[in-house]
């Protein structure tokens, strides 16, 4: 039976990026080698690394004056390299949910943090509006995408002060203005990558400001120098990153990787907004996220969870459990996923509404 994968990260990766990358895995760039086993320093993987960097370049528009790293440890690292390398004494965060307060955490161990807003009196369904940034902080840092709440913020913010984001579950999947950035990052295993490896877009100029000292694989400074191979990156899943980057490019950029996207979230939250069984955990349309879309069963059907579930897994639908704080059910919708397995999931919905 055909999977419909609606895992929440590692997540579904496009045909195109797996077919690729397992004739990689067996013979790389006719050298004979697998990608698994080939040095990093030879011409075949730089030439890898330098494509993927590019390709990032053109399919973000990422202007002059910026560096795009790929590098280990997850967004999870990124929670603690952001601070270490750019906050001085004082930063502001968002706090919109899981991925917030851990990023919120980490910034604690280098300086004071000002938490601007937070939606946690909703258990995160909503993105606070008209909080204020201080002037007098290092940066506003700010997770774009709620992975595990379903909630997204899709406007670059206007601040005042450097802007980070945490863009891990929706990077390509709508334009980004990076100008208004001093940092972005990303876990690959979302939207672009097997897990391994984080996509990093850093502003040269906010670099070797923040007056410590830093260690050499914490310093942003020594993967830019290094180009990313300060040491052995991880060769397979830039490998596959790169096939994802070109497939993206191919399917016409950016822009239409959106388009897509916003029809793919729409057939899902009409239904949700018309099926008697079901229900949105997200209130205002406007901070539904596109990618990662959060529902529940509705007052007095929730005894019926774990029938769909098990009626969802019958249509060959995967990975649609919602996390652990939140219950329900989520669909992750990421530029992967065809708009096929949405209408397998509505339809699904309408067969148990009709039933039930
Ligand atoms: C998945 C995710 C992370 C954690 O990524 P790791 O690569 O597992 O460290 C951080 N932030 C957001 C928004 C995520 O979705």
């Avoid at 750019?86 to 943090?113: C, R």
Wanted: charged share 25%; aromatic share 10%.
């Amino acid at each position: 039976m055909k999977k419909h994968n609606f895992y929440a990260g590692p997540s579904i990766l496009s045909e195109f990026t797996k077919e690729e990358t397992a004739k990689a895995v067996m013979d790389f760039a006719g050298t004979g080698l697998s990608v698994m086993e080939v040095s990093h320093r030879s011409k075949e993987f730089q030439a890898v690394m330098d494509e993927a960097v590019a390709l990032v370049k053109e399919l973000l528009e990422v202007p002059e004056g910026y560096e795009v790293l790929f590098l280990q440890g997850g967004a999870s690292m990124q929670f603690c390299m952001a601070p270490f390398n750019l906050m001085k004494k004082k930063a502001a965060y968002l706090n919109t949910g899981a991925w917030s307060k851990k990023a919120i955490k980490e910034a604690k161990f280098f300086g004071e943090v000002v938490e601007v807003a937070s939606s946690a009196d909703a258990n995160f369904n909503y993105i606070p509006k008209g909080y204020k940034v201080p002037s007098d902080v290092d940066y506003f840092h700010y997770t774009s995408n709620n992975t595990i709440f379903g909630t997204e913020i899709f406007e670059d913010p206007d601040v005042d002060v450097p802007l980070i984001a945490d863009m891990s579950s929706d990077i390509f999947s709508r334009p980004i203005d990076i100008s208004k950035y001093d940092l972005i990052y990303a876990g690959a295993q979302k939207n672009l990558a097997p897990a391994g490896v984080a996509l990093v877009i850093v502003k040269k100029d906010a670099l070797g400001k923040a007056g410590r000292e830093i260690p050499t694989m914490l310093n942003y400074q020594t993967h830019v120098d290094g180009g990313s191979m300060f040491n052995t990156p991880p060769c397979i899943a830039v490998y596959a990153a790169l096939q994802t980057l070109k497939w993206y490019k191919q399917r016409g950029g950016i822009a239409a990787m959106q388009k897509d996207n916003i029809e793919k979230a729409k057939i899902l939250y009409d239904e949700l907004d018309r099926n008697k069984l079901f229900n949105a955990v997200v209130p205002d349309p406007a901070d539904r996220s596109v990618m990662n879309i959060c529902f529940v069963m509705t007052e007095g059907k929730e005894n019926l969870q774990d029938d769909f579930l098990a009626f969802a897994g019958t249509k060959g639908i995967v990975g649609i459990k919602g996390h652990r704080s939140v219950g329900g059910f989520r669909a992750s919708t990421y530029n992967a996923l065809p708009k096929e397995s949405i209408q397998v999931l509505v339809d699904a919905m309408k067969e148990f509404e009709s039933k039930h």
